[in-house]
């Protein structure tokens, strides 16, 4: 990644380097070999009167005119230089070493060089002055690139980890991206990511590939090494390294945790062949890094267990719909079984008892016969209940017939119109049937306590293994904002709720008489009035 841009600067430092100042560049290594020892001690002084640190002060020291003469009076050549230049460069960026303070530090070494040209070469300062302001101008060149490039892969690095947040599908890949990436930039020959299990026993191993059939156990020695970053030997009396393996293989490894508000999660290790220490730079990417994956890992967990939260949820209210359905069927036959049987025989009795009333006496035979009236309402009531607790006609007919029923059984306590309309049905589970049935009533008991509407549609039909349902009426509409928002008012959140469950599309527009009802979804006429679209799709029977 950072060769060709290195290639690059050296070829243009050198179509900058002339022939003449070749010539000055190796009269200037000339005059300043001999001094270059004692100028290099002198000018470390200075960087350590600055607090420069060791680390810092050798690869300043490696980017000087001394260096240019080492390198062209030991037998090497200025692109060797240059390249030197663009390591040194690398390492002081990762260092954290500012390119205004290089600047400075070589101004530092050029005043302690100029007495030295002076004295040596009076006659051509001109000549030296102007290579050297030629060889500094080179050397910024490839200084500058050096940083760029170590910024630019800092960048890339930040990117691909935000890539892998948002697009990997699941934790496991997830975690194989953030490893893959962080590798890369780190330039380690193996690296391997380990969680703590839920007991904290134990590291889970994820290597490239992803999730391993390896574990370590956690004792209390492996977590006080590695709950802070460090960078140490792979084996030895005391490794680093989770890995067996790598005592070994690696000379060096890389350790930063994963941790989320002091609690640690798990830990990122890189393995070295030779002996590597890490730059400040590359620590503080390494922390943000393992940062940015310890909250993702955290949100990943989270939101994997609301999914798991929400399936039991999901499944909850299934079986609660279930239950619901078992106990209206309970209830049904109850009401018909020991209720219903009861009325009638009353009813029969009271009839009887009616018959054999003597006829003289009219009153008693009159109050006997409004509370014969009385009771057969009070059946016919009671079968209405049965028939919209437990259709039979829907078990016996299917959906289509028990519809027909309930359009029926509405216009006799509604004085609204209904427009009915059963079009091609597929062949439907039996709860799939229930279900329809339910949002179907459900929509006709709202329309009834609240629409005041006189027309009613109603059609039913399937098609491509998707089964459409629309009920739609003219009466005042509503805002749906403030329906759904409404506490202890379940109508519309129920009867989504239990489209979602069998995976299907629910959708209400309305329109209500005194102004807009929906921001975003109203009817497409303009005219007070609501209506309700419903997409199923079709299972197969007994998969629902």
Not at 210 to 219: P, R
Not at 236 to 254: I, V, Y
Not at 259 to 271: D, N, P
Request: glycine share 6%; charged share 25%.
């Amino acid at each position: 990644m950072q060769g060709r841009p290195t290639q690059t600067v050296l070829a243009a430092a050198a179509d900058v380097l002339s022939d003449q100042l070749r010539n000055q560049l190796i009269r200037l290594a000339e005059l300043t070999a001999p001094h270059a020892p004692r100028l290099e001690r002198r000018f470390v002084a200075v960087l350590r009167k600055q607090k420069i640190n060791a680390a810092q002060q050798s690869a300043l020291v490696s980017i000087t005119i001394g260096a240019v003469a080492k390198a062209l009076t030991g037998g090497g050549s200025l692109s060797g230089f240059f390249e030197q230049v663009a390591y040194s460069g690398r390492r002081l960026a990762k260092l954290n070493f500012p390119p205004n303070a290089i600047a400075a530090a070589l101004q530092e070494y050029d005043k302690l060089l100029a007495p030295v040209l002076e004295k040596s070469a009076p006659q051509d300062l001109a000549n030296l002055g102007w290579a050297r302001e030629q060889l500094q101008f080179c050397t910024s060149l490839t200084l500058n690139n050096c940083y760029y490039q170590v910024r630019e892969a800092e960048t890339k690095t930040f990117y691909e980890l935000f890539r892998c947040e948002t697009d990997s599908k699941n934790l496991a890949e997830m975690l194989s991206c953030f490893l893959v990436c962080v590798k890369e930039f780190t330039g380690s020959q193996d690296g391997k990511l380990y969680l703590l299990n839920a007991k904290g026993n134990a590291w889970i191993a994820h290597a490239e590939a992803g999730a391993l059939a390896e574990s370590v156990a956690n004792t209390g020695r492996r977590w006080k090494t590695i709950e802070k970053p460090v960078c140490g030997k792979a084996g030895g009396k005391q490794p680093l390294a989770l890995d067996a393996s790598w005592h070994e293989k690696f000379q060096t490894c890389w350790s930063v945790p994963l941790t989320v508000e002091g609690r640690l999660l798990g830990v990122m290790q890189f393995g070295f062949e030779k002996d590597y220490e890490w730059l400040p730079r590359e620590q503080e990417l390494l922390s943000s890094a393992a940062e940015r994956c310890s909250v993702a890992l955290e949100k990943a967990r989270l939101i994997e267990d609301l999914a798991a939260r929400q399936e039991q949820i999901r499944q909850l209210a299934e079986h609660m719909l279930h239950v619901e359905e078992v106990e209206r069927r309970r209830i049904s036959r109850e009401l018909h079984d020991e209720a219903g049987q009861s009325m009638l025989w009353i009813r029969l009795q009271m009839e009887m008892i009616e018959n054999d009333l003597p006829v003289g006496n009219p009153e008693l035979k009159e109050r006997l016969q409004h509370v014969r009236e009385n009771t057969e309402r009070t059946i016919l009531e009671i079968r209405r209940l049965i028939a919209a607790l437990s259709p039979a006609v829907l078990e016996q007919l299917g959906l289509g017939a028990a519809l027909r029923q309930l359009v029926n059984r509405f216009k006799q306590y509604n004085p609204a119109k209904v427009k009915l309309q059963v079009n091609h049905l597929a062949e439907l589970p039996k709860e799939t049937e229930v279900m329809v049935y339910r949002l179907v009533q459900e929509c006709f008991n709202n329309i009834a306590k609240h629409s005041c509407a006189n027309t009613v549609n109603l059609s039913v039909g399937s098609d491509d293994g998707i089964l459409n349902l629309n009920v739609e009426d003219n009466g005042v509409g509503f805002h749906i904002e403030e329906a759904l928002a409404k506490r202890e008012s379940y109508g519309l959140a129920g009867m989504r709720e239990r489209v979602a469950l069998l995976g299907g599309h629910f959708d209400v527009r309305s329109n209500p008489a005194n102004g807009n009802g929906s921001k975003t979804k109203t009817m497409p006429s303009g005219k007070p009035g609501t209506r309700i679209m419903i997409q199923l799709p079709i299972p197969r029977a007994g998969t629902w």
